[in-house]
């Protein structure tokens, strides 16, 4: 179904080792409105949406899957020369105790992801609206994570990540319409 192809959407680059901003970035990794909940969210409600949109959702939920690998990436790259003192003055020292260095599907506060997080409400316009706002708070996230980092590379993937996030919403939008044009036409027999 999916050709893979052995390199990132856009690259990953950073200059330093930052366990705490890793661990801000695990809200994007594992947080409910982080990239793994918004790829099943997505590819799960392809079951009970339109033809004329279902597209979409495979499009974006398969995108959101390169998403979590760049912010898996991201969180290696700041956390893999670190100590096991640098773990726990950022925060990690839970994580660390737990899981060394390896990724662990959790949110930025520690909290592992859960199913609870995907929403799917069988209703193609309610759940693309859930789309849309999950989009727009992935957005939000996004900027906020570029105001807590000084690394201009790290900045670099995580704008273009906001930027995505921007599409994402925009196209959820015209789809909403699209289907609110299918319901509100006439049927004549």
Same mark, same amino acid.
């Given at each position: ?31 409910? #409105? ?14 009970? &949406?339109?033809?004329?949109? &279902?597209? *979409?959702?495979? #499009? ?6 390169? !998403? ?44 592992? @992801? ?29 900027? @906020? *994570? ?6 201009? #590379? ?11 996030? &921007?599409? !994402? ?14 319901? #509100? ?5």
């Amino acid at each position: 179904m999916w050709v893979y192809e052995k390199k990132l959407q856009y690259p990953v680059r950073v200059s330093k080792c930052d366990p705490l901003m890793a661990k801000f970035l695990l809200e994007q990794y594992g947080g409910a #409105d982080g990239e793994l909940a918004a790829a099943l969210r997505y590819l799960n409600q392809r079951y009970s &949406i339109p033809d004329k949109v &279902i597209g *979409l959702l495979t #499009d974006i939920g398969t995108e959101e899957f390169a !998403h979590l690998e760049m912010i898996a990436t991201m969180v290696y790259k700041l956390t893999k020369d670190a100590t096991p003192d640098q773990m726990r003055a950022a925060g990690l020292g839970d994580h660390y105790a737990a899981h060394d260095n390896a990724l662990f599907y959790q949110n930025a506060s520690g909290v592992p @992801w859960t199913a609870a997080y995907i929403q799917a409400k069988g209703d193609p316009i309610a759940d693309l609206y859930e789309d849309i706002a999950a989009e727009e708070k992935a957005r939000a996230t996004y900027q @906020w *994570l570029i105001d807590l980092t000084d690394d201009v #590379d790290l900045q670099d993937s995580l704008k273009f990540l906001r930027e995505r996030e &921007i599409v !994402h919403s925009l196209r959820f939008r015209e789809a909403v319409e699209i289907l609110k044009e299918k319901r #509100d036409e006439k049927i004549y027999y």
